[in-house]
């Protein structure tokens, strides 16, 4: 990429999360991503460049070490003329969701974060007659904490994804609750997972987005009911899961395609990945709590059927499902049990700002520190070494939970 001949006309809108705002090129299979931040809360241009950078390096030196080469990508810092990434901000600004507006592209550094685009592919030139289909998943945290820090007993029957659903609706930001939980798709049944897939297309706030060719033709739009939503997915679909009964429309064929494409992607998420150092996610003990979340609708489901509960299956080992989840359940204490932890980092820090480097809080996140996340001890001597390893842990077991399950299939 030519960082010198910058065209903003050339980049669209591609998404945003809490802290990043991404763009895509119109031709190239390349995004840029560039950070956020209250309008309060600037930062240097040397502190914007070092947490991209610490980014890559967390990305190369962790999770591409966890997840495997082929699904952790790193990227390049790139900087870009200051001009071009003013006028870009003016030309998205209005395709930004209005919820998202809190926070201000980051317009003064010129350093954003380079990134293949997963939407597409380099065969796109070909995609006018083998058309390229992203599926795009956030599939959350999918297992529920048994640890003896957890004092909510609700915590010990429901995960965290179905109570923040609730929080969610009650503060106005989804209008319904969505029948998606992670146990049931993480739970390597595929009754269970055709469930939690049909969910989340039923309800996709942002956990799932599908593109075709780079362009979204299915993500959250919460003003439309799902019915319409599923109408015009299974129009963009029929050419590649047209059904075998030979219908041409209506609601028979719309449930036919969707039904097909629920399938297909079961079928991807169940397959073998390449390896990462998978070895080391098996150290020691890891939180076995229940396999099935109280909140999900499934179990009421299959009542309302007269259908007793599938068997548990589990997840192959190879596949990216399960060693996310590995990854996840490397948090031993919850959230309660880190909190204690995390007070005993700040008040030494508050005495001793200078060893914020020392202790390497902001980086590099290198082999040392990859290697400090395979500590799985659970017994606290008291030290701010314990702490802060845990507290790295937590941290890098919510960027795995949160970690995008993309997967492109080409027809």
């Known amino acids: 990429m030519d960082e010198g001949k910058m065209d903003e ?59 495997g080469e082929n699904s952790a990508h790193c990227g390049e810092v790139v900087q870009l003329p200051l001009e071009f990434v003013k006028q870009l901000c003016l030309k998205i600004q209005s395709e930004r969701p209005e919820s998202r507006c809190d926070k201000d592209l980051d317009t003064l550094s010129g350093y954003a974060l380079c990134l293949p685009n997963l939407a597409r592919l380099q065969t796109y030139r070909f995609a006018e007659h083998r058309p390229i289909l992203c599926v795009e998943i956030k599939p959350k945290c999918g297992f ?53 897939l049909k969910s989340l297309l039923q309800e996709a706030q942002n956990n799932l987005k599908i593109f075709k060719n780079g362009e979204l033709i299915y993500g959250c739009a919460d003003a439309r009911s799902p019915a319409a939503d599923w109408t015009e997915l299974a129009h963009h679909l029929k050419p590649f899961f047209f059904p075998s009964n030979g219908l041409a429309g209506g609601p028979h064929c719309t449930r036919a395609v969707i039904r097909e494409l629920v399938r297909v992607i079961t079928r991807v998420l169940l397959s073998g990945s390449d390896k990462g150092r998978a070895g080391a996610l098996r150290r020691g003990p890891a939180p076995r709590g229940p396999r099935v979340c109280e909140a999900s609708p499934f179990g009421r489901s299959l009542r309302r059927q007269g259908k007793n509960s599938p068997e548990c299956s589990g997840l192959p080992k190879g596949c990216l499902l399960y060693k996310t989840l590995q990854v996840q359940m490397l948090d031993l204490l919850d959230i309660e049990g880190l909190y204690p932890l995390y007070r005993r980092v700040e008040r030494y820090l508050e005495e001793f700002p200078e060893e914020r480097k020392t202790l390497q809080i902001d980086g590099p996140y290198d082999e040392a520190f990859y290697q400090k996340l395979l500590d799985l001890s659970t017994e606290d001597d008291g030290t701010v070494a314990f702490a802060l390893t845990k507290i790295f842990i937590y941290l890098r077991e919510s960027i795995g939970g949160a970690q995008r399950e993309r997967k492109c299939t080409r027809h």
């Open 9 to 67: 006309n050339e980049w669209r809108y591609h998404g945003e999360g809490n802290k990043s705002l991404v763009v895509a090129h119109a031709q190239r299979c390349v995004v840029l991503r560039f950070l956020k931040f209250p309008p309060s809360r600037k930062k240097t241009s040397e502190e914007v460049f070092q947490h991209l950078q610490n980014i890559v390096d967390f990305s190369k030196n962790v999770m591409k070490e966890f997840l």
């Open 144 to 196: 529920i904490p048994l640890c003896g820090g957890v004092t909510h007993e609700l915590k010990h029957r429901v995960c965290r994804y179905c109570m923040h659903q609730h929080l969610k609706v009650a503060t106005g930001k989804w209008k319904q609750i969505s029948k998606y939980c992670p146990l049931d798709l993480y739970s390597g049944n595929k009754q269970r997972m055709h469930f939690a």
